[in-house]
């Protein structure tokens, strides 16, 4: 199947079939797990798929170097969706490997492609996104945070950034030039390279594939204007979408229903996981016989990308399943099992996350 270039897109909640024309059609290296030291649990089975530039990274860790890693909050919901743990389990990551780690809130996006006041965007910031992120597992003494309107530095960058843009190029990398579309993307390329404002460093942007237009005009517009002086051109990878849980979108907040929020209600979740679309065959007799269609099943895939930390424990319940000899019942039943113990530790981790906010890092 060709994915056309149109579902990559920040704003939109298309699901790609296949990555590894996204791969092609984009220009992307394939992300090998093997290059990077103790690779975490999504990069080991393949959710990462993608990246730019990686092996200035990875090179960076083995030789301890310096280099930062940076992600935005989008404060647009009073909630986030599993699928964003994806960013944060990456950011960690590379956190852990010596990264120096910023989180932006993306007020000024949110306020120009979104509508929601940069007041209010600062309020569900504080109260929620941010604390959320740290109940996710990252140390807030190892990350300095900031707010897109109180960060003049990321504004002048980003004015450099629209002086030398052209229509064309926008248009090329996200297929139409909305006013707040484009005051969100020039914004985001200053975000950026905010770690570099004072000396070039190589960074590394963790984000799902919808994400590419911004790293793409970011690339563009340091090739454009010879930067190897003053920016190292940035590197990124990507993960693949955690799916809706009916399989038609990305996981997305627009669709409640089939997508497990954070927080939830561990009974509201479960659910959802017995709705969820599987890979069983139409009669029991029929499954035991040939096994489920295990790349079809949103259950596996929830246990693959966020439920099971053990590699051997996911190979027994995918050869089970694959085989027949457990039913869409029992791994669903699983599913709920570890989707409830893993919202009851996040709600515990959340609240006590929220009486850190006050001694976090904000630079600007």
């Not at 070039?200 to 970011?218: A, C, M, N, Y």
């Not at 990308?305 to 319940?317: F, G, R, S, T």
Request: a neutral charge.
């Amino acid at each position: 199947m060709v994915v056309m270039i149109e579902v990559i897109d920040p704003w939109g909640s298309c699901l790609v079939e296949d990555y590894a024309c996204v791969v092609r059609d984009f220009g992307l290296e394939q992300f090998r797990a093997s290059a990077f030291p103790k690779p975490n649990r999504i990069m080991r089975r393949g959710v990462v798929f993608a990246g730019r530039d990686l092996q200035r990274i990875a090179e960076c860790i083995k030789n301890k170097k310096p280099f930062y890693a940076l992600t935005g909050i989008m404060p647009s919901s009073e909630k986030i969706h599993l699928g964003t743990r994806l960013v944060v389990d990456n950011l960690k990551y590379f956190q852990e490997h010596g990264a120096k780690t910023f989180i932006l809130v993306a007020d000024l996006e949110a306020a120009a492609a979104r509508g929601v006041p940069v007041a209010e965007a600062r309020k569900r910031a504080l109260e929620f996104h941010i604390p959320a992120y740290l109940a996710l597992g990252l140390d807030y003494r190892k990350t300095a945070f900031y707010f897109q309107s109180e960060n003049t530095t990321v504004i002048k960058l980003a004015f450099e950034a629209s002086q030398k843009i052209t229509l064309a190029e926008f248009k090329a990398a996200y297929g139409s030039a909305e006013p707040g579309r484009i005051m969100s993307a020039v914004t985001q390329i200053g975000d950026i390279l905010y770690p570099q404002a004072e000396k070039p460093l190589p960074g590394i942007i963790p984000v799902g594939i919808d994400q590419e237009p911004h790293i793409r005009l970011t690339r563009d517009y340091l090739n454009s204007i010879k930067s190897s002086k003053r920016f190292v051109q940035v590197s990124s990878i990507y993960h693949k979408f955690t799916p809706s849980l009916d399989g038609s979108l990305k996981m997305s907040k627009s669709k409640p229903e089939s997508c497990i929020e954070l927080p939830e209600d561990p009974k509201v979740a479960c659910k959802k996981i017995q709705r969820a679309l599987t890979g069983a065959r139409d009669t029991l007799e029929e499954h035991k016989r040939l096994g489920a269609i295990i790349e079809k099943d949103m259950v596996f895939e929830l246990l693959k990308q966020h439920l099971v930390e053990d590699d051997n424990e996911l190979k027994e319940i995918h050869d089970e399943y694959k085989s027949g000899r457990m039913s869409a019942g029992e791994i669903k039943q699983i599913a709920c099992e570890k989707m409830t113990a893993f919202l009851k530790d996040f709600d515990a981790k959340l609240e006590d996350s929220r009486s850190l906010v006050k001694d976090l890092q904000f630079v600007s």
